[in-house]
């Protein structure tokens, strides 16, 4: 029983041992190796370049619609350059190296870049104020879109061990930058097998191998044999796959001199063709104005017009036969080809093994001592933030999911929202002017003459006042079913009265029916803002 106990005891030791190692390795690896979420002021930690050309201000700014805080571009068309030296120089030779950061185009980008560069250790001749598109970097990536440029950057600076010299290689075929104001998140995973991948918000868009001729331009490793640039193509070399056959003779009956085309000696002259008419004739309207001066414009002519006598026949003027294809036109002789028999091909030089060549089973990367921005944009509102780099892509994950996704999903929603909104707008107006149609047409039925001054009142008023439109149509529909009742069911029958009474009374009452319908058709014909409306 005891020994029983003694060992549940070891094992529990031995898990809690292999527990305790296992919380010291963990945190370690979940780490990233640098971040910066900006929530503090950048001065005092990034230092901004005080070369000439770099002139652009950089401020530490909420991202637009967040509480969160960015590097904020905030000038248009300057030059900027800031730069942050890391506390230890990052390698990236041992396993897997992710580098991420966000950024964001407040006002849109049409011309300018909003990359990283992740700069070589300061001997390789470069300090932070001094910080310039010439310090030398290890990497750069980001996006970057003026004229026919559109693509997220990756770009390796490697050196050559052959012959010391740094080798821009770009990677190709890299995805384009995305075109709205939204925050995104761009991530490059460099692995150990030399493997390149570029995410955007997370998605993969483009992978590649640095070993890779296919993948980028100029390929790390160069080729083994180079054209001999002291190789001269000799004097006697022939390159014409065919010549002149030199035993050609033109044949005695061929004519250089036969023109392309000749007359139509089958040609005749329409019927009704009009020889004696002009095709034109002096305006028979045109007169000569007051003001003309012969002595200072000259003698004055008409001026010409068609003939109105020309409309109907097939022609008129002088008839000449139209020409033809001269059968017996054959240019300019020349002597056939034959193959050349000193051909020799298209020459080249030979090749010769390329000095700079070199063998590599890995790139080998200068490490990351600093991380900069050096951009210059023409927009202003480009927003930096949460730059990191990890040994782990689970990390990146993690922070693209904390600090960018929620951001991003609210932006989002925002933006549907906009465009929901405007579509709605732009489907009201379609309505409300279908509506205001209907609305005047309505105002023009015969039986609502006495009441179309205030229908067409409330209808421009509704028209200033969108809002209104839904009302106006109901008021509108309520006149037209109280006249339609009293139409229907009328009122109460006129008393009868005498006939000299009613003589009198209907002659009167006739007079001022007249002026009461004179007024009511000068008030409907007269002019309505609604014609202001439909002519603009």
Known sequence: MEEGKRRIFLQFGFLLLIGCFASQLLPASSDPIFYESFDESFEGS????????????????????????????????????????????????DGTIVLQFETRFQNGLECGGAYLKYLRPQDAGWTAKGFD????????????????????????????????????????????VPSDKLTHVYTAILEPNSDIRILIDGE??????????????PALIPAKTIPDPDDKKPEDWDERANIPD????????????????????????????LDDEPEEIDDPEATKPEDWDDEEDGEWEAPKIDNPNCETAPGCGEWKRPTK????????WHAPLIDNPN????????????????????????????????????????????????SDEKVAESFREKAWKPKFEVEKEKEKAEEEAA????????????????????ADISFL?????????????????????????????????????????????????????SNSEEAETSNKEKEEENEKEDAAAAPRRRNTRRET
């Open 46 to 93: 990034w230092i901004v370049s005080e070369k000439e050309d770099y002139k652009g201000v950089w401020k530490h700014a909420k991202s637009e619609g967040h509480d969160d805080h960015g590097l904020l571009v905030s000038e248009k068309a300057k030059k900027y350059a800031i730069v942050k030296e890391l506390d230890e120089p990052v390698k990236l030779k």
């Open 133 to 176: 598109n010439e310090s030398p970097y290890s990497i750069m990536f980001g996006p970057d879109k003026c004229g026919a440029t559109n693509k997220v950057h990756f770009i390796l600076k490697h050196k050559n061990p052959k012959t010391g010299e740094y080798v821009e290689h770009h990677l190709k075929y890299t995805p384009s």
């Open 204 to 217: 993969e868009k483009k992978k590649g191998n640095f070993l890779s001729r296919e993948d980028f331009e």
């Open 246 to 273: 030199p035993d050609a003779v033109k044949p005695e009956d061929w004519d250089e001199d036969a023109p392309m085309e000749i007359e139509d000696e089958e040609a005749e002259q329409p019927e009704g063709w």
């Open 325 to 332: 294809a001269n059968p017996a036109y054959k240019g300019k």
């Open 343 to 390: 051909y020799k091909g298209i020459w080249k030089p030979q090749e010769i093994p390329n000095p700079s060549y070199f063998e590599l089973e890995s790139p080998d990367f200068e490490p990351i001592a600093a991380i900069g921005i050096e951009i210059w944009t023409m927009q202003d509102g480009v927003l930096f933030d949460n730059i990191l780099i990890a």
């Open 423 to 442: 579509a709605s707008s732009d489907g009201l107006k379609g309505f409300q002017k279908a509506v205001f149609d209907v609305l005047y047409q309505i």
């Open 449 to 501: 003459s006495e009441h179309k001054p205030k229908i067409l009142e409330l209808i421009e008023q509704a028209e200033k006042q969108a809002n209104l439109t839904i009302g106006v149509i109901i008021s509108i529909i309520v006149v037209i079913f109280t006249l339609l009742f009293k139409i229907l069911f009328g009122g109460k029958k006129p008393a009868k009265v005498s006939s000299e009474t």
